[in-house]
């Protein structure tokens, strides 16, 4: 049985009070209160509850790209999967899209998975990775989370199936052998 961690513990207690309350007005306090840890022991592992958030939807988007790295799922299959899991959960990251900024900002921390992961899924498929190959990744990762913000943020209205096929069919044509698994 595996124990949960400080981690999950905090962001458990957030998801709950999350459920019944705006995140914008959920403090650290209540967090802690919630799950009986102090203060500091929040602090030890987040900066504040934006980390915390931006942590938990790092756990779940991750754990769906890791079914892609172990051929659990094709990528159609992942990227709608994604787009559903930000259509039903949409004020968690547009708050976190509205709250973080620079270096710590959610967008950018969501281009480094989406990156992580895609490459290190081209990598495993024994084909040379070149570095034009991840230049293109980079490209694609960029504009995909850009493009997935403006529809988390209400300004593209788009089905969470459109959305899975804008990712699919925008992917550069020099990568397009590594991704189609369908």
């Known amino acids: 049985m595996k124990r949960k961690t400080t981690k ?17 007005r959920i403090t650290v306090r209540e967090i802690t209160d919630s799950c009986q840890y102090s203060p500091a022991t929040f602090y030890r592992h987040f900066k504040d509850k934006y980390d915390l958030i931006d942590w938990d939807c790092a756990q779940t988007v991750e754990e769906r790209y890791s079914r892609i790295v172990s051929k659990e799922c094709s990528w159609h299959e992942i990227w ?37 992961y895609m490459l290190e899924y081209m990598v495993n498929s024994g084909e040379k990775v070149t570095e034009a190959d991840r230049r293109y990744l980079m490209v694609y990762c960029l504009g995909g989370v850009r493009y997935t913000t403006e ?26 052998h590594f991704f189609n698994n369908k």
């Open 151 to 176: 529809w988390i943020l209400g300004s593209i209205s788009a089905t969470a199936a459109e959305m899975a096929d804008v990712y699919e069919n925008t992917i550069p044509a020099p990568l397009r």
């Open 8 to 24: 999950e513990i905090l962001a458990e207690s957030f998801k709950e009070l999350a459920a019944v309350r705006k995140i914008d």
């Open 80 to 116: 709608r999967i994604c787009a559903d899991y930000h259509e039903e959960n949409r004020e968690q990251p547009a708050d976190l899209l509205r709250h973080t900024t620079g270096m710590n900002s959610f967008e950018r921390y969501m281009t480094e998975v989406s990156y992580k």
